[in-house]
């Protein structure tokens, strides 16, 4: 008589060590786990519930002495910012240790913009006071260490007006400064090498492509945003909208498009091969978009706003993922991501610049590869069921200051009127006769060459 059976290995099945996981034998079937998508789902609700009641994202608050208007992050180095302040203070600051590492004095009047040399050893500040001024930038250690004295800049430029933001040049040793008109400017002259303007009183900031450093493009007060190349005297082109735009920030990884952050609440993503409409626009805001950066790995992007809120977006997505508030917080002047998109910084009118969690609930520190495992299966878990009423509803919901609450259940109200007069009009209007623009053309007015 044949008998089989079933051989195994001992040594397949022993544990090395105590520490490690027993080997367990599945068998897969579905019929024989008629109920795994009834768990699976009870599995994606309570993931999307842990998710909820583990989101801490506030981490720190660094204080200066008056209102802060401008941040710039290291390209070198990952545990230090830089912030400037209303009353001409510059602080680099240690962020690990929360603790400031050099104050850069010079300036006497509100510090607008800051901006690195590619090799992140020194960086150039502008001011309402007329001046831009080179400073060499310390190390920020990661251990302790003494706290270095008052620096005084290296190199002083001086200016006819008012300068409003600054960037420099992603190789050169040049940078240009947006004021009454935008100047470029090289470190060892003292004058500017070249001056382009285009039909608009004040410039209010400039960014430099990093894909293509000699483009660059500026928003000013004629409510234009205006792209130049460094290797032409005059300026590309420009689009006109209906409202001013406060600042503008390129995608890293996809380096044709802009986002800029403009006063109607909404930011605009465009291409800057195709400035008749813009790709996306991003919604939620109820006052003013102050300020823009780009996460490093050019997916998101987070914005400041006047009404006291800071949020992170998709960069195809109409709505944000995330909104951070504080009781205390005020208006938010200036937002960045770190360079390692863990973290994003906020500096605003209460005379702070506060760390965030880029996620708001994830695990900080060493994980253990269980860990990373298990948190890799909520997120997946998460993807399959985000669909569901129950599980969407859990993860879309945030808890707002009652201002901001208000505000956006009234600006929903005026919108949704606007929608149903304008299809009024249609229905009452021969065919033909009333044209509907999108979203993403009817805040566009004119594309000038």
């Known amino acids: ?68 208007t401008c941040l710039a992050r290291n390209p070198k180095l990952v545990n230090s910012i830089v912030a400037g302040s209303a009353d001409g203070d510059i602080r680099i600051w240690d962020i690990p240790r929360q603790r400031t590492l050099r104050r850069l ?21 502008a001011s309402t006071d007329a001046t831009v001024k080179l400073w060499k930038v310390p190390y920020a250690p990661f251990e302790a260490g003494v706290v270095q004295d008052d620096a005084e800049a290296v190199f002083e430029f001086h200016g006819k007006n008012a300068f409003r933001g600054i960037d420099h040049h992603w190789d050169r040793s040049s940078f240009a400064t947006a004021g009454v008109a935008v100047d470029i400017w090289d470190h060892s002259r003292s004058e500017p090498i070249q001056t382009l303007t285009w039909g608009s009183d004040t410039v209010t900031s400039v ?20 792209l130049y190349d460094l290797r032409r005297a005059t300026p590309l082109r420009k689009v006109v909208m209906q409202t ?14 802009f986002t800029a952050a403009n006063e109607d609440c909404c930011l605009y993503t465009f291409d800057m091969r195709k400035l008749g409409s ?3 626009v991003h919604k939620d805001f109820v006052s003013a978009v102050m300020d823009v950066d780009y996460s490093p ?11 006291r809120s800071l949020r992170i977006f998709s960069v195809s997505g109409g709505h944000s993922r995330e909104v951070y508030t504080t009781k205390r917080m005020q208006r938010v002047f200036a937002v960045r991501f770190s360079g390692d998109a863990t973290y994003v910084f906020s500096g605003s009118d209460d005379m702070n610049v506060r760390c965030w969690k880029a996620k708001a609930s994830e695990q900080l520190g060493i994980r253990l590869p269980r860990e990373k495992h298990k ?17 969407k509803r859990i993860v879309r919901h945030r808890h707002l200051p009652a201002a901001i609450y208000k505000a956006a259940k009234m600006r929903r109200t005026v919108v949704e009127s606007d929608r149903r007069k304008l299809q009024r009009r249609i229905e009452h209007s021969a065919p033909g006769s009333i044209v509907v623009q999108t979203e993403r053309k009817r805040k566009i007015l004119a594309q000038v060459e």
């Open 1 to 68: 008589m044949k008998v089989k059976v079933i051989t195994r290995s001992e040594e397949d099945y022993t544990r090395e060590r105590t520490s490690d996981l027993r080997k367990v034998q599945r068998n897969y079937d579905p019929l024989l786990h008629p109920l795994e998508k009834a768990k699976e789902y009870t599995r994606a609700l309570n993931s999307a519930k842990l998710d909820r009641i583990f989101a801490k994202p506030f981490l720190a608050a660094l204080q200066h002495d008056d209102g802060v």
């Open 105 to 125: 004095v010079g300036h006497t009047g509100a510090v607008k913009g800051i901006s690195f040399t590619p090799d992140g050893q020194t960086c150039v500040s």
């Open 207 to 226: 960014r430099f492509n990093p894909a293509e450093p000699d483009v660059f493009a500026s928003t000013g007060s004629d409510r234009a945003i205006t």
């Open 244 to 257: 001013r735009s406060n600042a503008l920030a390129w995608n890293p990884m996809e380096p044709f498009n």
């Open 278 to 280: 813009a790709l996306s």
């Open 297 to 307: 790995t050019g997916r998101e992007f987070v914005a400041g706003s006047y009404d």
């Open 375 to 391: 948190q890799a299966y909520h997120d997946a878990l998460l993807e399959r069921y985000k669909h569901m009423p129950e599980v």
